[in-house]
């Protein structure tokens, strides 16, 4: 399994050649000028994502339309290991896919190991839309994935497939979970009316125990809004997002007044205050993406190494490298 170190080398060389790599931290609260329509996404794979919602955008269409526009393009890119077609399996060789969704009116959507169906998201938002229920699991999600349209698609690579089995090879299949290549896409957008929107998505962590499910597809964990206040998303450990409703509690302080960075900052704090007397310590990160009513934004991670992309009329398309704790 890849260790803490390779994690972090990946996170920050992966944005390398996507687009203007900003060697600079998360600006500060007078540099994250108060501007909407804004885009901001987790990771360099974030770049093309911000490009196509704000295309979208650009086009009229809503910001719910746009933000599920968004994240289809690292679900469809099988060099995004972490999200969609192309993303690493679990133990069992399995490609299993999370996502959720949601709008300015809080309605939300979310499907949790989704199976051979290449756009998870696409699917939360008909579970939104067309359903009275928040989230589908498993064959549940896929039988009505396919009632609705959606094909039936092989999501191993080849390459993921090879991968796979050159972990086998080393593997004792101890119950523990390789984050090394763990990178989902988390897209907040407000639009040119001042409503937020949300959109989460990933293949989940690599090697994961067959019937695993993270933070992303959880409302309050992975992603959470609220239209009065802002937005925030989660991408790391998702065990130790779900603990903290991580994306909900940085919401809420956005509530009491805190910046996006201070309130990102201080579920990072919580986080790593609980966890770091733990096993999990020497590989954890976690990070928070989060955008206030005013479109003010941050990024901040227990870890170094933690991108995220941002897009907006003056800004097309910038990656930045988030402040961190250690």
Sequence with gaps: MNNRRNFIK????????????????TPKKSETKATYPRIISTWN????????AWKHLMEGQSGLSAVEAGVKIPEADPKVRSVGYGGYPDREGIVTLDACIMDKNNNCGSVSFLQNIKHPISVAKLVMEETPHIMLSGKGAFDFAISKGFKKENLLTE????????????S?????INLGNHDTISMLLIDDNGDLFGACTTSGAAWKMHGRVGDSPIIGAGLFLDNEIGAAAATGLGEAV?????SAMVVE??????SPLEACKKIVDRISKIHKSGPEWEYLQVGFIAMNKKGEYAGYSLRKG???????SSKQNLLLDAKHAI
């Design 253 to 258: 302080l956005m509530r009491q007044g805190h």
């Design 306 to 312: 933690f991108n995220y992309a941002i897009c907006d």
């Design 10 to 25: 990946k996170s920050i060389l992966g944005g390398v050649g996507a687009t203007t790599l900003l060697n600079c931290e």
């Design 242 to 246: 779900i603990r903290t409703s991580g």
């Design 45 to 52: 794979h974030g770049v093309p994502a911000n490009q196509e």
């Design 159 to 170: 390459a993921s497939k090879q991968d796979w089995i050159n972990w086998k090879k080393k």
């Design 172 to 176: 004792k299949y101890k119950p523990v």
